[in-house]
Every structure is written in structure tokens, then in C-alpha cells.
């Protein structure tokens, strides 16, 4: 594998591994590049170039095998292992995303819920233990946990993301409104929800004219 | 204004606003764009050539006022005026954004909620009315609703979508695990939440070789 990749095509795999998971769900078992791309929205040259940056898996005349190019942009984004995940957080971000089914469907599985809330430690949020904040570090220095998803206020989120990556955690998914910072070894991806509305109002705008 | 801005500088401008709203917050009057461009990570003839796009506003040698050029980012983005938003589905995602604080203070005023579940139509999420799916059509025509939020189960998103644009909403915000379509003079935002943790994913592979 190419080590060069560009983030935008990156950001695209998950669209790939989306339309690929359909079209196995409807039995479908070979698609070419330019159904993909009318299916998908993207230009079909850019859909074979995409493609071509992991190696490339069509043949000329057949097409693509769904299940298994499904299967290479799983390996590629490394979702077809298990991740242990625990969430910072059990305000209503935190719950709304312990209750969420597909991440253990898809093999992230949410181990514990940590809050500083004394009326929430203790309880449990769809099967899974609220624990105290205070505990965090320790529990980190016992369990192998690969993310961290931080869903605290503003304030305490680079806090959070300090003692999580110290902890040995090396993926970081914020939802909290403030980018945090990792080091090097580590990465973010920092969730900003409102972007898609502020976009949506562009557009709303725009058609207007 | 010219209408041909692509959606690569559509998607960059909330994270100008979100900026700028924090440089604000700070007491910072002026900013250059070589400042802008460490503390965004974007180069800088990046950002004039972005902010060029909307006519420019800064001014060779002193930079850019952070607060017109605020301004003009909200008023571009169609986010210094009020949307009337309804919510459909009050399970955790509807209820988490019905709680969410932010888009009241942004202009986002959520109206009423809808759901086909009679354990929770009458009640109140926030102090939000949550009402009847069977009631949407007539209340759309009743009240003046530009913006819906789905967040129903995937099989119901296109129905719901279709029966929103029929009473007059032109934006669409789905967080339905499916992509929903809109005729052309209305507009969708398809939130795809797990891509961000496919992508995390990704670069903590990567990041182990």
C-alpha cells in the first residue's frame, strides 16, 4: 500500500465501504466503475483512480467483485478488527452514542462510560458501567483501550484528551466543541455537527437566488 | 457574490466562522492571514484565495477585522437570520439534539417534535412538545418550517423527507443511515457519523507502520 495517500481520498473510503455494503446487502455480486459512479455520485475516472491509490481490484470488462473490494476498503480502513472504546462523557452526546447499535455490530465495542456526575457513577447507560472520572487513569493502566470518545464540555476536553493518550489510547474521537490536540503518534478526528447545518443554510440561501 | 463557489470552499467556511467566533471571543481585532493560516492549518494563499471568492476583505499590510470578516462569513452561510426546524424521531439522537443548547443561540429554533410512538407524543423533550407523525402534513401547512431534522430509522427517512418538502421545507439535516433525495430546489445534508470513526480508524493503522 501506497503510504502517500491524500486525506481527501481517505475521507472518501467510508462512501466506498457505504455502497459496497448495500449492494451486498441486495445481493448484487460485481459492479463496474461506471455504475459506481452514477450510484454513487463521483466521476467514474476518479472512482478507478481512487481505487487504483490501494492497488486497483478490477478487471477490465468485469468489474469490480463486490464482496471483495467491500472487504479490501475494510482491511484498508482497518474496521475489519475489534476496538476497545470508552466514552468520556454521559451527558445526552454520550448516551445517545452508547445506545448507538452499529458500533458493536461493527466491532467497537464500548467497554465503560467515565463522568464526574456522582449521580450518574454507578448507574448504566444500555448495559455499559458509568464510572468516576477519578478512576480514569487507573483503569487505563489495566485495560487495553485503542479510542477514546470524548463527549465533556469545552473546558475539559484537552484535559480528558491529555490523560486518555496518556493512558496508551491512540485514537481520539471529539465531539466536544474545541479541535484537541494529540501528539504525533496519536489522531484526532474532531467532530463538528454544526458545519453540516451551517452548510445546509449555504444551500438553503443559494436556492433561493 | 458569485454563484459558482465550490463546495470544497462551501465546507471550509464554517471552520473560518468557528474561528473567527473563538478569535472574537478572545478580544482579537485584527488577524493576518499568515496568523490565520497556522492557527487553522491552512496555507495561507489558501485563505485569500478562499476569502477572495466572496469578494475579500482584507486589506494589504493590516490583515482582516476578525469581526466583519465574522459577519460576512454568517451572512454568507445564511446564519445571521432564524430557521424555524422541526425534529422527526425522538429516540437518542433526536432527543440529544433537541437538548443541544448551541442551535437556539445560533438561530436554530426547534419548533415541535415528531414521533409515532404514543409512550411519548404529548410529552415534552426540553420543553419541546413532541407530536404526532400523523399530524406532520397538517401542521406544515399551519407553520412556517424551513429546516428538518431526521433522525428516524433508516427504513421511514425517505417517506418523512418526501412529506417535509411537500409542506415546504427546503433543507433537509439526515442523520438516517441512508442517503435521502430532495427535488432540486431543496437541499440535503446526509450525516454520516461512523465515516469520522472509519477514517480515525484508518489513520491509527497507519500510524502503527
Redesign the interface.
Known amino acids: 500500500m501506497d503510504?502517500k495517500i491524500s486525506e481527501a481520498v481517505?475521507?472518501r473510503?467510508?462512501?466506498y465501504?457505504?455502497y459496497l455494503s448495500d449492494l451486498d446487502a441486495l445481493g448484487v455480486e460485481r459492479i463496474s466503475s461506471s455504475a459506481m459512479s452514477k450510484g454513487m455520485s463521483l466521476n467514474a475516472s476518479q472512482i478507478r483512480r481512487d481505487l487504483n491509490c490501494f492497488g486497483g481490484f478490477g478487471q477490465q470488462g468485469y468489474g469490480y467483485s463486490v464482496k471483495s473490494l467491500k472487504q479490501e476498503i475494510m482491511h484498508?480502513?482497518?474496521?475489519d478488527k475489534a476496538?476497545h472504546v470508552v466514552i468520556i462523557g454521559s451527558g445526552?452526546?454520550g448516551?445517545?452514542l452508547a445506545?448507538?447499535k452499529?458500533?458493536a455490530l461493527?466491532g467497537?465495542i464500548i467497554k465503560a462510560i467515565f463522568d464526574v456526575d456522582s449521580n450518574r457513577i454507578g448507574k448504566k447507560i444500555n448495559n455499559i458501567e458509568v464510572l468516576s472520572m477519578n478512576d480514569l487513569e487507573t483503569y487505563l493502566k489495566t485495560e487495553n483501550i485503542?479510542?477514546g470518545i470524548l463527549a465533556t464540555p469545552k473546558g475539559a476536553a484537552q484535559d480528558v484528551a491529555d490523560i486518555l493518550i496518556k493512558g496508551g489510547v491512540?485514537?481520539?474521537?471529539n465531539f466536544a466543541?474545541i479541535d484537541v490536540k494529540v501528539p504525533d503518534?496519536?489522531?484526532?478526528?474532531n467532530?463538528?455537527?454544526?458545519?453540516?447545518?451551517?452548510?445546509?443554510?449555504?444551500?438553503?440561501?443559494?436556492?433561493r437566488?
Chains 1, 2 share one sequence.
Open positions: 503510504e481517505v475521507r473510503l467510508p462512501k465501504y457505504r484498508i480502513l482497518g474496521i476496538y445526552n452526546i448516551q445517545a445506545f448507538y452499529n458500533f461493527e467497537y485503542h479510542i491512540t485514537g481520539i474521537w466543541p503518534n496519536a489522531y484526532v478526528e467532530v463538528h455537527l454544526s458545519d453540516g447545518l451551517y452548510v445546509l443554510s449555504y444551500y438553503m440561501q443559494r436556492g437566488f
